[in-house]
């Protein structure tokens, strides 16, 4: 009940104002894809009921690009380097959606901003922009895996996208995005 009047109140006092965590909304007002990142699928379903593809998605997740960190790396300082160091791919955005259908991968860029927190208070609803930032022939995608799993949590490699040269990756370890890497892993 508290929370419906909490609505009300935003909605009156502060209209466009405030974080809307409706996960069921499909579309954020700038018509950008709402994707909550603790739905096991998520990206996939979204993607598909978004309308924005001929074929069907069959995985998509969240690829970053530059080298992950280890903690030893956060410890000493080095991190730091790899955060100040410029996006290896002009062509891609630091960090990027993934999209995998039959015959395409598709690059999606994704908003700088997400709504709710992941300090307990609610789950975090990333952004998906219509617009691709690549998109190329499923056989022509690569991930090579480093095999490092750190204890951030993240996983690193490198992705080679046809026509661009190769450079390190690395992403979460939530099902999604493993679900892309094992599929464009050969």
Same mark, same amino acid.
């Given at each position: 009940?508290?929370?419906?009047v909490?609505?009300?109140?935003?909605?009156?006092?502060?209209?466009?104002?405030?974080?809307?965590?409706?996960y069921?909304?499909?579309f954020d !007002?700038?018509?950008?894809?709402r994707?909550? #990142? %603790?739905?096991?699928?998520?990206?996939?379903?979204? =993607?598909?009921? @978004?309308? +924005?593809?001929?074929?069907?998605?069959?995985?998509?997740?969240?690829?970053?690009?530059g080298?992950?960190?280890?903690?030893?790396?956060?410890?000493?300082?080095?991190?730091?380097?790899?955060?100040?160091?410029?996006r290896?791919? !002009?062509?891609?955005?630091?960090?990027?959606? #993934? %999209?995998v259908?039959?015959?395409?991968?598709?690059? =999606?860029?994704m @908003?700088? +901003?997400s709504?709710?927190?992941?300090?307990?208070?609610?789950?975090?609803?990333?952004?998906?922009?219509?617009?691709?930032?690549?998109?190329w022939?499923?056989?022509?995608?690569?991930i090579?895996?480093?095999?490092r799993?750190?204890?951030?949590g993240?996983?690193?490699?490198?992705?080679?996208?046809a026509?661009?040269?190769?450079f390190?990756?690395?992403w979460a370890?939530?099902?999604?995005?493993e679900?892309?890497?094992?599929?464009?892993?050969?």
């Amino acid at each position: 009940m508290w929370s419906d009047v909490a609505e009300v109140a935003i909605d009156v006092f502060a209209p466009g104002g405030g974080p809307d965590l409706n996960y069921d909304r499909l579309f954020d !007002k700038k018509d950008q894809l709402r994707v909550p #990142l %603790a739905i096991s699928g998520a990206f996939r379903e979204r =993607l598909n009921a @978004s309308g +924005w593809f001929d074929e069907e998605v069959v995985a998509a997740g969240v690829v970053s690009q530059g080298k992950a960190m280890s903690l030893f790396s956060m410890f000493t300082g080095t991190a730091l380097i790899e955060l100040a160091r410029a996006r290896r791919s !002009k062509a891609l955005p630091r960090e990027f959606c #993934l %999209a995998v259908t039959d015959s395409k991968v598709i690059a =999606l860029a994704m @908003s700088a +901003w997400s709504e709710g927190s992941d300090d307990g208070g609610s789950d975090v609803v990333v952004k998906v922009k219509r617009e691709q930032a690549g998109a190329w022939s499923r056989g022509w995608v690569r991930i090579e895996p480093d095999g490092r799993k750190l204890s951030s949590g993240q996983h690193g490699g490198t992705i080679d996208l046809a026509g661009l040269e190769q450079f390190p990756v690395n992403w979460a370890t939530d099902s999604d995005t493993e679900e892309v890497v094992e599929l464009l892993t050969r």
